[in-house]
Structures are given as C-alpha cells and as structure tokens.
C-alpha cells in the first residue's frame, strides 16, 4: 500500500507516493533521486564514507613505505583515524586486500 507524502527537502517541496515499508532513506534515494545521502551501515569498508578519505590516504602512504604490512602494521597506521559506522574489521581486511592485490601486480610486471 503506498501513501502519498509531502517532504520539505533542502527547502523544497516534493510530493511523492511512499511504500508502507519504505524508509525515508529509501524515499530519498529510491524516489527522489537524492543519492547524496548514503545508507551509514550495511556495506563493508566503505559505509558513511565521512572517514573513507583519511584512510585512503593513510592507507596509501603506509603501502608505499611498507607494501607487505601486517595486520599490526596496519592497525598502528590507521590509528589516528575515528570511524563511526564500523568495528573496523572490513577496513583492515580491505587494507590487507589492497596490500595482496598491489603485490600481485608488481609480480606480473
């Protein structure tokens, strides 16, 4: 059943029909077609994205000065870096991922 709804969105009016089921994440995104909002949790690494440039460029600077870290290595490195969508499992596994990836691509050249 869907029920029409009137939204102020950055100071407009939108009108819209809205599935019962629906969040308003979803009506966002979904029905209006406003993608600057971002689902905060249910990805992997990359969530809310506040922190992803922090750890990008720490993350890159760490594989440069040591393309083999260890799981240690990585954690230290990432320390100064508040995330608050994660345990921060996925972003060092994704650091890992990106260290293995890079290596096998070093070999192949």
Known sequence: ???????NVNGESRE?????HKTLLEVLR??????GTKHGCE???AQCGYCTPGILLT???L????????RQDVKEALAGNLCRCTGYTKILDAVELAALRMGRQEART
């Open 30 to 35: 979904e029905d209006l077609g406003l993608t």
């Open 63 to 70: 594989l440069a000065e040591r393309p083999s870290p260890t």
């Open 1 to 7: 059943m869907k029920q029409r709804v009137t939204l």
């Open 16 to 20: 819209t029909l809205v599935a019962s």
């Open 43 to 45: 990805l992997g690494a």
């Open 59 to 61: 993350a890159s600077a």
